[in-house]
């Protein structure tokens, strides 16, 4: 294995000491076209590795840039539905769906390892996200299989649900997540795309969650997603706020 290209500094994982700063993390790797300079404006890149899209190609991409800017590397596993590019509710066997989580992780693993790069953390996308927050099962599952593929990992997810306990109780320690480009519910959810709202698309209002987040230490990171309407927009706006 080559040298592992060590991540910008950031905060510890769960700290919620005033004043600490919040890290911007990106979700990639899902379509081809995303601008190299999305990937060195986070702090932190979740990488699509394959249930819901990406390949080796996409992984060995992302993760160069990331390496050559020293932006940190995640795993950003799925449940198995490249057709419905994971935002759609699967029933899926806890055993089997930790062993999807655990085999699209190793996966990017390998690809980052073999460009001297470590995966450092790990996402759920879409539909799962949602389902590890709110069932218990689930969150074990998903955690399960992190940590089988990548060791002892920081896992990303919304504040105060499954999750996070899952997470806490396997020894993991957690970012609590936030949204610079989506609609949130009044319980921290995402509104589901398609319905108004969804999708936010404003630099200047992005920039101004970073600020909300800083009085409220509501999160320990902010996610700006990839294939959102100006995106690069929305994550320059959020890099200049978070760097103020």
């Not at 599952?141 to 504040?159: E, K, Q």
Request: glycine letters at 10%.
């Amino acid at each position: 294995m080559g040298t592992v290209t060590p991540p910008r500094p950031r905060p510890p994982a769960g700290s919620r000491a005033r004043g600490r700063p919040i890290l911007l993390n990106l979700d990639g790797g899902e379509h081809e076209g995303e601008p190299e300079e999305l990937y060195a404006l986070a702090d932190l890149v979740h990488v699509a590795c394959g249930g819901h899209a990406g390949d080796d190609a996409s992984m060995s991409r992302v993760v160069e840039a990331c390496r050559r800017s020293g932006t940190a590397v995640g795993a950003h596993p799925s449940y198995v539905d490249r057709e419905g590019f994971g935002r759609r509710a699967l029933t899926v066997e806890p055993a089997r769906l930790a062993a999807q989580i655990e085999a699209q992780c190793a996966r990017l693993r390998a690809v980052a390892e073999a460009r001297g790069a470590a995966v450092t953390s790990a996402k759920p996308h879409g539909a799962l996200y949602h389902a590890a927050h709110a069932d218990a099962e689930i969150a074990r599952a998903c955690v399960a299989g992190i940590g089988r593929a990548l060791g002892t990992v920081a896992v990303v997810g919304l504040a105060g649900g499954a999750l996070e306990r899952a997470a806490a109780e396997a020894g993991h320690s957690y970012l609590r997540e936030a949204f610079a480009d989506r609609g949130v519910r009044p319980d921290g959810t995402l509104v589901p795309r398609g319905e108004p709202g969804a999708v936010l698309d404003d630099p200047a209002a992005a920039a101004e969650r970073v600020r909300a987040l800083r009085a409220s230490e509501a999160a320990e990171t902010l996610c700006v997603h990839a294939d959102t309407p100006a995106a690069l927009d929305i994550a320059r706006a959020v890099r200049r706020a978070l760097d103020a």
